[in-house]
């Protein structure tokens, strides 16, 4: 009898390839609007500007102002269509977000989600989730640039986050160009007992398509 152990790789290697080339072909083929210049990788031109609550024991203490100098890199890929109820037409463009501290190159945030395209309304939405428990979806009209921001039931938190870190407002605005995207949002909390915006703003470059 032939081997065929080899066979499962070739298999999977097929699967890669396939897919591989459905997202290009996805890419070239959709419309995906405004959204279109941010398929491909980015890096931020100078340190951007993380401004977060204190930390317990921390040098500004308690709900203090943190202030915290950062890179970012960001991959952004042509995903998949959607409808919803048989009318809202949707094309998105999949993203994975990580930051850096300038000072220490340790990674302190990291952010995975969807810039999604509706033609026919000239809507965008940003819909993620960052590693503690809390998922975001912001909206706004499209455009070169663009303020998104979370509708009353746009964001979803575990008990824990609603008693103790509660998200009370997302909004960010965002100017994409053809090799440079530039953007600054504030995040307002309920932490600590005391209300506190959290705020980033940066540039990035393109690094690749």
Request: with cysteine; aromatic share 10%; net charge negative.
């Amino acid at each position: 009898m032939k081997n065929l152990n080899y066979l499962p790789a070739i298999i999977l290697t097929s699967i890669a390839l396939s897919l591989s080339f459905t997202g290009q072909a996805v890419a070239q083929n959709v419309d995906f609007g405004p959204l279109q210049p941010l398929i491909g990788s980015w890096k931020t031109v100078s340190p951007g500007v993380d401004i977060a609550p204190g930390r317990t024991g921390s040098n500004v203490g308690e709900g203090g102002t943190a202030v915290e100098a950062f890179y970012e890199i960001r991959t952004y890929e042509a995903a998949a269509d959607a409808v919803n109820a048989s009318d809202q037409s949707l094309v998105a463009i999949y993203y994975k977000l990580e930051v850096f501290r300038q000072r220490d190159d340790a990674k302190f945030h990291d952010q995975r989600g969807y810039m999604i395209y509706d033609q026919k309304n000239q809507m965008v939405y940003n819909s993620y989730c960052v590693p503690r428990a809390v998922c975001v979806t912001a909206e706004g009209k499209a455009g070169k640039k663009m303020t998104l921001t979370a509708p009353s039931r746009g964001i979803g938190e575990s008990t824990y986050m609603t008693e103790n870190a509660t998200t009370q407002e997302f909004s960010m605005t965002m100017e994409i160009g053809e090799k440079t995207l530039s953007y600054s949002q504030t995040t307002k909390l309920n932490i600590y007992g005391k209300d506190f915006s959290h705020t980033d703003a940066a540039t990035l470059e393109k690094a690749n398509e």
